[in-house]
């Protein structure tokens, strides 16, 4: 109210327009300098996400490769991240627990709907460390293809669980067309079958049977456990790496490049509402059994009830 009042009353005075007053250039310059403080905290913030500051190297590389990809080709669909800077980065109570959350929306008129990327830091009891770092990408309703993710889950500084998949968003028995479409013909299931060749790799079984329901039959879940942090180090930069910007290359060509209905495919209004039911059934189930549990022992009541809002708004499951 008082900027409005403001501009009223000096806009219907005598003073020409052309000749503003100290006033009006004062406040002039506190908008740029408002503006100016604005995009430096979001720089600030966005380069201490892009930090990933408690992993290895190699693992550091990796995700700042596949997320400076994914922002730039995606960057003419993406709106800027309006997170809060206090859920962009936040640490519990006694500082034993530090994390960051980099959320872009897409712009309306494109297939994307938003992408996140996260890195998570917790001391454990066992004296060990808890590090996850995670990108996903997700498709609104305009298109069926699937989406993108990958996460890299370590407690020991020899082993770590890796899960690099494109879920599915439609049923692949009763739609072969789209398991053959998105998952044979690009060849997905070569970079499992190229990972599990290794010695120290195996499959990973998640104990939740709802991610093991999401994934699709071509997920890399896999455990790798080395004898030595430098072979870790090693199976993560000349096996886990290519792979995974291979995943993201197809994702971003295959999936995110392009509308169905530029193909030439109509999404009708029912299977339209049905991939939004699917969708938000997915993130209010991975909200539930991911941040709603582990968040508060991790966080604390007040840090994790501020964040949870704030990624329950942005997924669309308030």
Same mark, same amino acid.
């Given at each position: ?5 403001? %501009? ?8 020409? *327009? ?5 006033? %009006?250039?004062?406040?002039?310059? %506190? ?11 979001? +720089?600030?913030?966005?380069? #201490? ?34 997170? *809060? ?6 640490? %519990? ?63 020991? *500084? ?11 968003? #439609? ?5 072969? +067309? ?66 995974? #910007? ?37 993130? #209010? ?34």
């Amino acid at each position: 109210m008082p900027m409005i009042f403001c %501009n009223t009353l000096y806009s219907s005075s005598s003073l020409s *327009p052309l000749a503003p007053t100290r006033t %009006n250039s004062s406040r002039f310059s %506190n908008k740029l300098r408002v503006r100016a403080q604005s995009q430096s905290m979001d +720089d600030h913030l966005h380069r #201490k996400f892009m930090e990933f500051p408690y992993v290895s190297p190699s693992r550091r590389q990796l995700m700042v490769d596949l997320m400076s990809t994914l922002e730039d080709g995606l960057q003419s669909h993406l709106l800027p991240c309006s997170l *809060p800077p206090d859920v962009r980065n936040f640490k %519990n109570p006694n500082g034993s627990a530090e994390a960051s959350i980099h959320i872009r929306s897409g712009d309306k008129s494109s297939p994307i709907d938003f992408v996140i990327g996260s890195w998570i830091h917790c001391k454990i009891p066992t004296g060990a460390s808890l590090n996850i770092t995670s990108i996903s990408a997700f498709l609104n309703s305009s298109t069926k293809a699937p989406n993108f993710l990958l996460e890299l889950i370590q407690s020991s *500084p020899t082993s770590l669980v890796l899960v690099l998949d494109l879920p599915h968003r #439609k049923d692949l028995v009763l739609h072969p +067309d789209y398991l053959k479409e998105y998952y044979q013909d690009t060849s997905l299931d070569s970079h499992r079958q190229s990972l599990l060749k290794l010695p120290q790799v195996k499959p990973y079984v998640s104990p939740s049977l709802f991610i093991r329901s999401a994934v699709s039959p071509t997920a890399s879940m896999l455990q790798i456990e080395a004898e030595e942090e430098e072979k870790l180090e090693e199976i993560l930069r000349d096996h886990v790496s290519p792979a995974a #910007k291979e995943v993201l290359r197809v994702w971003l060509e295959r999936c995110a490049a392009k509308e169905d209905e530029e193909d030439g495919i109509v999404i009708g209004e029912e299977e339209r509402l049905a991939l939004e039911r699917r969708d938000k059934s997915f993130r #209010k189930k991975s909200v539930e059994e991911d941040l709603d549990l582990q968040f508060p022992r991790i966080f604390g009541e007040e840090v994790s009830s501020r964040v949870v809002h704030a990624i329950k708004e942005a997924f669309g499951v308030l």
